[in-house]
């Protein structure tokens, strides 16, 4: 069976490329095929990754695997939340959304903070199923270590010392809320 990853975010689809390789499926990026990426115009991480693997699906013409994700700051509502990815803007500057977000923290005590990831896979059909993950844990300031992608730096999950951007690929793969999702996706339809 084969299968389009459909994010155009490369530390996403390294970590969905590392989450399948145990299973017997041929795999295809959305750059790849040269898929377009649909407007992501969802009020939800639900609605935004249907969206996503839904277009890939009937573009490709192939089953396809799309993910939604963002992180969730509690002291300020949520955000950044749904527009994760647009508080770095387009040129991708997380130095300084990170930055942002620590400013918007310097009067709050709570630095409580977490990621969702919700996986949505599409068939050609149509049908679609959503699995979501959440891992909690803290906002931590300076940013520490070099690894993975986005916000990574500043998260520190609970009970652990290390962020994910100190822990290797393997350590944040086994415990994230992408990986938690997947787990959800592969209990349901493997
Ligand atoms: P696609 O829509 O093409 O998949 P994107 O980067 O635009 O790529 P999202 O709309 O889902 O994806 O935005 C999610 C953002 O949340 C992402 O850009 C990161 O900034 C952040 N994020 C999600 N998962 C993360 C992780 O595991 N580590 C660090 N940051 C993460």
């Known amino acids: 069976s084969k299968i389009v990853i459909a994010t155009h975010n490369s530390g996403k689809a390294k970590e969905i490329e590392e989450l399948l390789k145990p299973f017997q499926i041929q795999i295809y990026s959305a750059k790849d095929l040269n898929l ?18 839904l277009s890939a ?19 300020l509502n949520g955000d950044p939340g749904l527009y994760s990815a647009r508080w770095a803007g387009p040129s991708k ?8 977000i620590h400013d918007k923290l310097s009067n709050h005590q709570n630095w409580a903070a977490y990621f969702i990831s919700v996986l949505c896979i599409a068939l050609p059909n149509g049908k679609t199923q959503e699995f979501e993950g959440r ?3 803290d906002f931590i300031w300076p940013p520490r ?11 520190q999950p609970v009970s652990y010392d290390k962020t994910f951007a100190e822990m290797t690929d393997a350590e944040k793969n086994r415990i994230s809320h992408r ?8 209990k349901t339809c493997f």
């Open 36 to 53: 377009t990426e649909p407007e992501e115009t969802g009020s939800t991480f639900h609605e935004n990754a249907k969206i996503k693997a």
């Open 57 to 75: 699906a009937k573009a490709a013409n192939m089953t396809a695997l799309a993910d939604d994700s963002g992180f969730c700051i509690d002291a």
């Open 93 to 100: 500057d997380y130095p300084m959304a990170m930055r942002l």
């Open 135 to 137: 891992i909690d844990g």
């Open 145 to 155: 270590g070099d690894h993975g992608h986005g916000y990574d730096p500043v998260f």
């Open 179 to 186: 990986a938690l999702a997947f787990q959800k996706f592969i």
